[in-house]
């Protein structure tokens, strides 16, 4: 009995310890050998122009997404292998063994982030997207824990939507470090890609959110607006829940954060009746039509529009005495999208990954938007009341 005792637990301790070594030797394999990457949505509008890009740069991305066929056209196009999988998969974890980051492009991303934040807790894998979605960053700030566990970033928001304005957040936050409250917003041209309005459209009927003592709080559509000179004069800008109400309170602690978008005041107008309209806007099968009829009728801006449009970008920080201004000019939204989704993928290739929840500008700081081409930023003197 004895001596089966401990042959048993000789055993176990053996086992054990192969299985300890094992798992470190993978482990230690994927640090140092893994320099794969997955793109999720890869033939998304967005995805596509991403993944091309990667490839004319020479990385090798895994093209992912739920649509076999459409996923080996574009595998076969670009000279990439490919995985065809859904993210109720199973084996989702398993497909990410030998992955370094995954580059998540399928949105809306409420619908997307859990399953493909919980594999790459459970894989070891970086996680990046392309988010806007407030509830998205929030829901993913509370994976930080297990983040730091698991020694791994998670990063969404590596597109236009947040990583410019992130950017000029964290700069006007260094430029005035008591600041109390924070204003931001853009002005562009080029139009939007079907993805865009989809995710645009799920939010249709909850109306505005910004931050208010720390706190997200709801407001109704359209609930301030005001004159902006986003860098080519006066524009009428009207408060909108973009994703920086959330992720310019993580940069930077400043408790009062609004966001504006420039609309024509005959928008900004119609976006006011969202309020009398929410019950029916909210409604599932309104969205649905809403959606269908984005799948017939929207394909993005096109390769000239993309080339040729840009946009302007303006932040306000003030802490009670002093309010100092500072703006940005950056190529074309999904433009700045690929750039910045592929500069961001080349530092974690190259090992620069802090663990835990992050945003752009706390995993790299202000000036990662001006390692963009195209981007351009110009500060205002500080204004002091006479
Ligand atoms: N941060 C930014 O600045 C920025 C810029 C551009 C886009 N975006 C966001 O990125 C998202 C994609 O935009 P897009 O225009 O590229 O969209 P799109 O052309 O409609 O493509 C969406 C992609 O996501 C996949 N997808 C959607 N829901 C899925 C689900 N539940 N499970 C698996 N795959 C799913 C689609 O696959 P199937 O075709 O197989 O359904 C497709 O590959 C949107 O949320 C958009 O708002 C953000």
Redesign the pocket.
């Known amino acids: 009995m004895r001596s089966g005792g401990s042959s048993a637990c000789l055993n176990h301790t053996l086992r054990s310890s192969i299985a300890a070594t094992v798992k470190s030797a993978a482990l230690a394999l994927k640090d140092v050998t893994d320099d794969r990457w997955l793109i999720?949505?890869?033939?998304?509008?967005?995805?596509e122009l991403i993944a091309r890009e990667a490839v004319d740069r020479g990385l090798d991305p895994i093209l992912a997404?739920?649509?076999r066929g459409?996923l080996d056209r574009l595998a076969e196009d670009l000279g990439c292998d490919f995985r065809a999988f859904?993210?109720s998969d199973e084996a989702l974890p398993q497909l990410l063994d030998d992955v370094a980051i995954v580059l998540n492009?399928?949105?809306?991303?409420a619908?997307?982030y859990e399953p493909m934040v919980g594999a790459c807790l459970e894989s070891g894998t970086h996680y990046l997207d392309?988010?806007?979605e407030i509830e998205v960053f929030e829901a993913i700030k509370g994976y930080d824990e297990r983040a730091h566990e698991a020694d791994v970033m998670l990063l969404p928001?590596v597109?236009?939507?947040?990583v410019p304005s992130d950017c000029l957040a964290a700069h006007l936050a260094e430029r005035l470090p008591d600041a109390e409250s924070l204003a931001l917003g853009f002005k562009a041209e080029g139009g939007f890609?079907?993805?865009?309005m989809?995710?645009a459209i799920d939010g249709l009927g909850e109306g505005g959110m910004i931050r208010r003592g720390g706190q997200l709080e709801s407001v109704p559509a359209a609930w301030k607006t005001r004159e902006i000179d986003f860098g080519d004069g006066p524009a009428m800008a009207t408060t909108f829940p973009w994703g920086d109400v959330s992720t310019a309170h993580h940069t930077t602690g400043i408790p009062d954060i609004e966001f504006y978008l420039a609309f024509p005041p005959s928008t900004i107008e119609r976006m006011k009746y969202q309020r009398y309209l929410a019950p029916v806007l909210s409604l599932g099968p309104v969205k649905s039509l809403l959606k269908s009829l984005v799948d017939r009728k929207v394909d993005?801006p096109d390769a000239e529009t993309r080339e040729t449009t840009d946009a302007l970008l303006w932040g306000e920080v003030s802490d009670g005495e002093q309010t100092l201004t500072s703006r940005l000019r950056t190529p074309n939204?999904?433009r700045l999208?690929t750039l910045s989704a592929l500069e961001i993928l080349q530092r974690v290739l190259d090992g620069d990954a802090p663990v835990g929840y992050q945003t752009p500008a706390s995993a790299y700081g202000p000036d990662l938007v001006l390692s963009i081409e195209g981007v351009e930023r110009t500060d205002e003197p500080a204004e002091t009341p006479n």
């Open positions: 999720y949505g890869a033939y998304g509008y967005t995805g997404g739920r649509t459409k859904g993210l492009c399928a949105g809306p991303f619908e997307t392309i988010t806007g928001g597109g236009f939507d947040v890609s079907p993805g865009t989809k995710t993005g939204t999904y999208t």
